[in-house]
Each structure stands twice: as structure tokens, then as C-alpha cells.
């Protein structure tokens, strides 16, 4: 059986192989090689792509022929989720602590499933601090105990990780930022790879074209205000 590869990427950091080659078997490489660089990133996520990979692997890009979605007015909190935001009393903040955030979700998966790599860490770290890269706490009183990050394109906000050590802490990060951010003009999360956890929450599939097409349309909103200045998130009904 003849093995296919997808193409190797040479310096440019704006070069990508066309999305529609990808292959099927595993679904969604498009590319291996290159490097973090904040450029790279953006424009692979501008493009519909994301790097995944694990420690010791080449760089490995990816757009899956299915994408996992979530329109942030369409989050869906279960009864549970009410209860224990109302039971616990937990505060939810936003670009509190970045850092501390990553290295939590590259913690919270163990060695056997290391892809939030140290290098990882350092890209998004850049990320970060130019702006494009934002992360949402979850505290119990001082503690904290919860939260996601990711890249934000416009009204796109591509989702990469998240953690949780207490009950439904993980879930009440993006519930509030899905207020937060609808609030502000966003109109999209990038799921990336569908999950019953995310369907769940809301969160619906798109053929690869359909989400391009939305994410291309998507990061020519400008958002409005304050969105990722650090601040302290309101309840969604408040």
C-alpha cells in the first residue's frame, strides 16, 4: 500500500498547501513542518488551520473536512451548570493570568497526551502578549481552579484548550466568555473537533467550505470596546 504524506513547508511563513488537499486518513493533515512563529500562526488560523502535534513529533497542520462550531448566543448551559454557578459562587475573569493558564491545560492531559508542548506554551505566550492571544480565568475564592485560551481573528475566537478542577469550572469559563464576547460583536467559536461534551453545550458541525466561508466572513467584524482588556466577567443573565 502506497503511504501519501502531506507536503512539507519550507521557510514562508505565510505558505500553506490549498485546505482541500488534507488528507482523509488521518483526516484533516495538510502540512508538516515550519515553525510557531506569531506570523505563521495567525495566517494558518486566518486559513481554517491549526497545529497539533505531540512532544517529540514534527509541527503538523490540520483542517479537518468537518469542523465543530459554537455561536456564542447559542450556548446552551445545562440545569447542572446553573446550579453549581449559583451553588459555588465562582468569579470569572479574563487576561488575569495567560501563562498560568496554558501551562494548567498542558498539565491537566497527563504525559501520555503532552500537545500543549513547552514550545506550544512559548508560541502562544507571544501570542499573548501581542494582543492576538487571550485566556478566561475561573477562581474559587483566591484560587484558581479553571479556564480556556485561544486566538482571537475579529468576531472569530479559535478555541484551542481549556482545564478544570472543580465541578463545571471548565464549562462556567465559556459560558461566561460566550456572553461576554456576544455581548462585544463576536460571532463565532472555532471548536475545531466535535465532542458529545460540545455538543452539549451547543456547539453544532460544518462541512470544511461552510465554516471557511463563515470564518471568512466572521473576521471582518470589528468588536466592540473593551472585549479582551483585563476585567472581571459578569453572570451571563446579569
Known amino acids: 500500500m502506497t503511504l501519501y504524506l502531506p507536503p512539507l513547508i519550507d521557510d514562508d511563513p505565510t505558505f500553506f498547501p490549498p485546505i482541500e488537499t488534507a488528507l482523509t486518513q488521518p483526516d484533516g493533515l495538510l502540512a508538516i513542518g515550519g515553525d510557531l512563529s506569531e506570523r505563521r500562526l495567525i495566517c494558518a488560523y486566518e486559513q481554517g488551520i491549526f497545529p497539533w502535534f505531540s512532544l517529540h513529533d514534527p509541527y503538523l497542520w490540520w483542517s479537518p473536512s468537518t469542523r465543530a462550531i459554537l455561536l456564542p448566543h447559542a450556548f446552551k448551559p445545562s440545569k447542572s451548570l446553573q446550579k453549581t454557578v449559583r451553588k459555588q459562587k465562582y468569579t470569572v475573569s479574563i487576561n488575569h493570568c495567560f501563562n498560568e493558564v496554558i501551562t494548567r491545560c498542558a498539565l491537566i492531559r497527563g504525559e501520555k497526551d503532552v500537545w500543549v508542548t513547552q514550545e506550544m506554551r512559548e508560541a502562544y505566550s507571544r501570542l499573548h502578549l501581542s494582543g492576538k492571544a487571550h485566556s ?5 475564592e483566591n484560587q484558581l ?3 480556556l485560551y485561544g486566538v482571537c481573528l475579529g468576531g472569530v475566537f479559535c478555541g484551542e484548550s481549556m482545564f478544570s478542577i472543580k465541578t463545571d469550572a471548565s464549562k462556567t469559563a465559556l459560558w461566561f466568555f460566550c456572553a461576554h464576547f456576544t455581548k462585544h460583536g463576536g ?3 472555532d471548536c475545531q ?3 458529545p461534551h460540545l455538543s452539549r453545550m451547543g456547539a453544532s458541525a460544518l462541512t470544511r467550505d461552510d465554516f471557511i466561508f463563515k470564518l471568512k466572513s466572521c473576521q471582518k467584524i470589528i468588536l466592540e470596546g473593551s ?3 483585563q476585567q472581571w466577567l459578569r453572570h451571563p443573565h446579569e
Request: proline share 0%; net charge negative.
Open 227 to 229: 472585549v479582551f482588556h
Open 193 to 195: 473537533m466535535m465532542t
Open 145 to 147: 481552579i479553571g479556564g
Open 136 to 140: 478566561v480565568e475561573v477562581w474559587e
Open 187 to 189: 460571532r463565532l467559536i
